[in-house]
């Protein structure tokens, strides 16, 4: 391969590089639509009464402490809240079954342990309380 060839194939990589991370980091930590539900993941004893903030982490994962943190005290906030966290090096199951690609991931869930939101990385504290208000919003109004 001539000299010039390599150089143009090695810059197109950088350049699909920089923007696949670009459009990633975009992404991380916002809200995004969600299906399905936990049922099975864990015991109802330890789902909140009204939501349950789901914190997907794994033991080497750098984030996971500080958005354990941050959703114990959104929790704490609020009567039945609870957060539960499942760690996929015992569980790599759910990894498949929620299609996690990073960690933390976190899903907020409703009473009826439907899957209302999902967050890849650490939630934005704003987005996070946001998702959390609609479901308790809703369950609230019974709507």
């Known amino acids: 391969m001539p000299a010039g060839t390599a150089v143009l194939v090695l810059l197109a990589v950088v350049v699909v590089t ?24 864990a015991p109802a004893s330890h789902f909140g009464e009204k939501a349950t903030l789901v914190q997907f982490s794994t033991p080497t994962c750098a984030r996971c402490p500080a958005t354990a943190r941050q959703l114990d005290a959104l929790a704490a906030r609020h009567p039945g809240v609870a957060r539960l ?25 409703d009473s009826a342990l439907a899957v209302r939101s999902r967050f890849g990385g650490q939630p934005r504290p704003a987005e996070v309380t946001s998702s959390l208000t609609a479901v308790l919003d809703q369950e609230h109004t019974g709507a």
């Not at 696949?20 to 936990?38: E, I, K």
């Not at 966290?85 to 869930?109: S, Y």
């Open 18 to 41: 920089v923007v696949m991370g670009l459009v990633m980091r975009s992404r991380a930590g916002r809200a995004r639509p969600a299906a399905g539900d936990v049922v099975g993941v």
């Open 85 to 109: 966290e499942i760690d996929l090096t015992e569980r790599p199951e759910l990894a498949a079954r929620f299609d996690v690609m990073q960690t933390p991931t976190v899903l907020v869930v």
